[in-house]
C-alpha cells in the first residue's frame, strides 16, 4: 500500500496503536537478540540491553508497564485479604481475579 494512501485512509487511533505496538516491539529487535546470543556463545559478557537498542527499548518499555501494577497486593497479602472474616460483603474482587 503506497504511503499516500495510508495516509489518507488510515484512522487516527489506528495510528496511535500502531506507534505504541513499536514501543514495545522495535523493528529489528529479533536480529539484534539473535545476534546476541551468538555473541554470547563466543564468549561475549555484556548484557543485551548495553549493546542493542532495540533490546534496550523494549526491557525499558516492560519496566514501565510493570511499575503501574505495585499498588496492587499479591501473594500471601492478597491471599490473606481474600480469606478475611467478618469484613466488607459488597462482592468486590481485584480486577485480575474475576
Known amino acids: 500500500m503506497p ?5 489518507e485512509e488510515m484512522p487516527y487511533d489506528e495510528f496511535l496503536k ?3 505496538f513499536f514501543k514495545y516491539e522495535p523493528i529489528g ?3 539484534d537478540y539473535r545476534t546476541h546470543l551468538i555473541m554470547s556463545s563466543f564468549g561475549y559478557k555484556g548484557k ?6 532495540t533490546l534496550k527499548q523494549i526491557k525499558q518499555y ?3 508497564r510493570l511499575e503501574g501494577d505495585r499498588a496492587m497486593p499479591k ?3 492478597l491471599e490473606m485479604m481474600m480469606n478475611a472474616k467478618n469484613g466488607d460483603d459488597s462482592g468486590w474482587t481485584p480486577k485480575g481475579l474475576k
Open 75 to 77: 501473594g500471601k497479602i
Open 48 to 53: 543485551a540491553e548495553s549493546t542493542f537498542q
Open 18 to 20: 500502531w506507534i505504541e
Open 3 to 7: 504511503v499516500y494512501k495510508l495516509k
Open 29 to 31: 529487535w529479533r536480529e
Open 62 to 64: 516492560s519496566e514501565s
